[in-house]
């Protein structure tokens, strides 16, 4: 587990699958900048116990977001980019927990460990650029914009843009919040 001051990272397990199928499935907690997501609960324990080979060269992990108490308030994982040395992060809070800094705190937890533990240049956020609020979120962690994708992602029924961010090793420098694993 990945301790932070108020949330922790704990590496998804099969118990949690029911769950973030729910979240998945509901379109409030997807939002208007996620693309529909729909899954069975046998899907999605199909793609966790039998991952793709995609998800294999990627190094795809995710993690729950915990509140201190055990409250399983969001995702938020990783995958290394097949081409690149660089991995991509992405993330999800619930609806009543966002604008309290979990989000914050879980990205910069995730960015610490990255770099203490992988081999890597930088890491990339991609979200839709109209997420103003995710946007923030990177940018307090010090995560730089580098650019606008054209027709970057698909939400709604509709082509967006969507805005990298990244953030190199040596931006990093130290870790912030990441002083012990348990």
Known sequence: MLEGKNVNLRIMEKEDVTLLTEWWNNLEFQGEYFPVL??????????FENPSPVQ??????EFMIEKKDGTRIGHIGYGK??????????YDVVLFERRKGYATEA???????????????RISICTDARNIASIRVAEKVGFKKEGTVRKGGFAMGKFVDACLLGMTRDEWREPKILTKTS
């Open 38 to 47: 729909q899954k069975s609960k046998a899907q999605a324990l199909q793609e």
């Open 56 to 61: 294999i060269a990627m190094e795809h992990m």
């Open 81 to 90: 980019d097949i081409l690149h040395d660089w991995i991509e992060i992405g």
């Open 107 to 121: 990205m910069q937890i995730l960015v610490d460990y990255l770099f203490l533990s992988k081999d890597i240049p």
